[in-house]
């Protein structure tokens, strides 16, 4: 499977800053990554797909100017939590698509 | 849309015990199934996979088969040990034809803790 690299493994901030969130991919190149969320004790569900040069997807109820995602290039997709809140605090991980592999995830935990 | 049905947790064995862990599914097209374990503080971990009706996955002496007919995907072990506590997680990857493609959906996972 593909191989995924995700920096940091976890971040802890302060409510209202911004954290960005790295996923690359180190072996092919991935066009489309998706990006879940895991919150305590609960599954994974799916925020959104980010498309190398276009905008990103959003599933319902997560908000596109809250979760930034960029993927500017084949072997990056970044999302940047902006003005984050305790609330979420939560594990978030990338998976390309077409893939059964994951970044080992990052957890943020918003003070 | 896809879902899957994820027996409820936490199940608790002793050492040796057998292991079952129900998982059922909902998809258009033709998916493939995937168990993944999540180890405490940790990202996911592929367990084992299958892509095509009949195939059984096994790895680590787990093992499940995708059963189209009843769509289940069960996991079995037939002796857990202690490091096998983990989170359970089963999973479906939408195939051509169905409208999440190349997405996955989890079920809600399934806690299993071993003790000796």
């Known amino acids: 499977g593909a191989v995924v690299s995700q920096h940091p493994s976890w971040v802890i901030c302060k409510s209202g800053t911004s954290v960005k ?19 305590p004790k609960q599954s994974l569900m799916l925020m959104a797909t980010s498309n190398e040069g276009s905008k990103a997807t959003y599933e ?6 809250k979760f ?7 072997t990056l997709s970044t999302l940047t939590v902006t003005s984050a809140h ?10 390309p698509w077409d893939s059964y592999t994951f970044g080992s995830g990052t957890r943020l935990t918003v003070v | 849309g896809d879902s899957v049905t994820q027996m409820e947790g936490p199940v608790t064995l002793s050492e040796e015990a057998f292991l079952t862990i129900n998982c059922t599914y909902t ?8 168990w993944y374990v999540q180890y405490p503080g940790e990202g996911l971990q592929l367990l084992l996979k299958a892509t095509k009706a009949d195939d059984k996955g096994s790895n680590k002496g787990f093992e499940a088969t995708y059963r189209k007919e009843t769509t289940s995907f069960h996991l079995e072990k037939g002796s857990v040990q202690v490091s096998d506590s983990a989170v359970y997680f089963c ?21 299993l803790t071993v003790h000796p």
């Open chain 1, 21 to 39: 969130i790295e996923c690359r991919s180190l072996d092919f190149q991935a066009t489309t990554m998706f990006w879940y969320r895991q919150f």
């Open chain 1, 60 to 65: 319902q109820g997560v908000e596109k100017d």
């Open chain 1, 68 to 74: 930034l995602i960029n993927h500017a290039s084949l």
């Open chain 1, 86 to 95: 305790p609330e979420d605090s939560s594990f978030y991980i990338c998976s």
């Open chain 2, 27 to 34: 998809a258009t097209g033709y998916p493939s199934l995937f």
């Open chain 2, 91 to 111: 999973a479906l990857k939408s195939g051509a034809g169905g409208t999440s493609y190349g997405k996955l959906t989890f079920g809600q996972g399934t806690i």
